[in-house]
């Protein structure tokens, strides 16, 4: 195929900076739009295959999403599938889009509990349901885009100044980097595991004893990917569980974690046959009013990147945990 359209220098430079999150003629994105003729050698093959010989920096996944969309054009006329069959000789058009993960770094005006602001860092109480960083399936709505809107000066730092994570369903405190010298000087304390976390849980049956150590390896799961397992390849994970009440097969449990491997307090407590009440994907049911998993980060302590001066947060649970929380009998000031 030979291109037939192409973009000037300086429209590709402004594409470039939309990439990075900028946008030209009063907010709209920029687009590139390509033409091409179907050759000889490529007559009867798909739609899709077609589009990504003049279209090669784009995914074919990609490519067939806008052929679905509407943006790929056969002889003047929208496509109809990916897998519909081109002619020789026939022109073909696409205006192309860019993908998620491209329009991900944008600043959203989403609500955030704030816990505490200094110069240095943000303390967020994170709501449950709210993804924290951009990934597929979740490239907008995420706690970076809320921290883009609320400080455009974020877009400097990783990752918006996010140093560690929670699960989308996990509720509670973390702590955000606001300047390069407290994102570095946090993320080594959590390295150094100086940084104090502590989580409420409600498991599904009963632990054997008032507290005990999980100390086991979690990596990913070698069957299922989309889960972490106690693998003997994966990286070092402990955490202290604290049996505060047990009530009709559920558990309260707090739990400490000494280091942050992927879901490794859901990973640790399967594990040991205690899944998260609502844990689907580790084997634990809904129960007790939680569809969601029952962990909340409840407390959140650290020193201060600046002064060194210790600071350390609590936060209750919200209300769907709280209700499940108190028919276990646990108390509420766990």
Not at 305 to 328: I, T, Y
């Amino acid at each position: 195929m030979v291109d037939e359209a192409r973009l000037t220098l300086d429209a590709a430079a402004d594409l470039e900076a939309d990439a990075e999150g900028g946008t030209v003629d009063g907010g709209e994105t920029l687009v590139e739009q390509r033409a091409a003729m179907v050759a000889t050698e490529q007559h009867g093959e798909r739609l899709d295959k077609a589009v990504v010989a003049f279209v090669p920096e784009f995914s074919r996944s990609h490519l067939q999403a806008l052929i679905k969309a509407g943006w790929v054009h056969v002889d003047g006329a929208p496509a109809t599938s990916p897998a519909q069959r081109v002619r020789a000789g026939q022109q073909l058009a696409v205006t192309l889009q860019p993908t998620e993960e491209s329009r991900a770094y944008r600043a959203e005006a989403l609500p955030l509990a704030i816990v505490h602001e200094d110069d240095d860092v943000i303390v967020v109480d994170k709501a449950a349901g709210m993804v924290v960083h951009p990934a597929a399936g979740n490239w907008s709505g995420t706690l970076l885009n809320a921290l883009l809107a609320r400080d455009p000066a974020s877009a400097a730092l990783p990752r918006a100044g996010i140093v560690h994570r929670l699960d989308k369903d996990t509720s509670g405190l973390m702590v955000v980097g606001k300047t390069l010298i407290a994102v570095t000087t946090l993320t080594r304390a959590i390295a150094a595991r100086e940084v104090q976390r502590r989580y409420l849980a409600i498991a599904c049956g009963t632990p054997p004893g008032a507290a005990f150590t999980v100390d086991a390896p979690v990596g990913r799961d070698p069957n299922v990917r989309t889960r972490m397992a106690v693998v003997a390849s994966g990286k070092p994970a402990r955490t202290d569980v604290e049996r505060l009440a047990v009530h009709a097969g559920f558990a309260a449990l707090r739990c400490t974690l000494h280091s942050g491997r992927t879901h490794q307090i859901r990973v640790h407590l399967a594990a040991r046959g205690l899944p998260l009440v609502g844990d689907r994907l580790y084997g634990g049911t809904p129960a007790l009013g939680m569809e969601r998993q029952a962990l909340h980060a409840s407390r959140l302590a650290f020193r201060q990147p600046s002064s060194g001066a210790l600071l350390s947060f609590h936060r209750p649970a919200p209300n769907d945990f709280a209700h499940a929380w108190a028919e276990v009998g646990a108390d509420a000031e766990a």
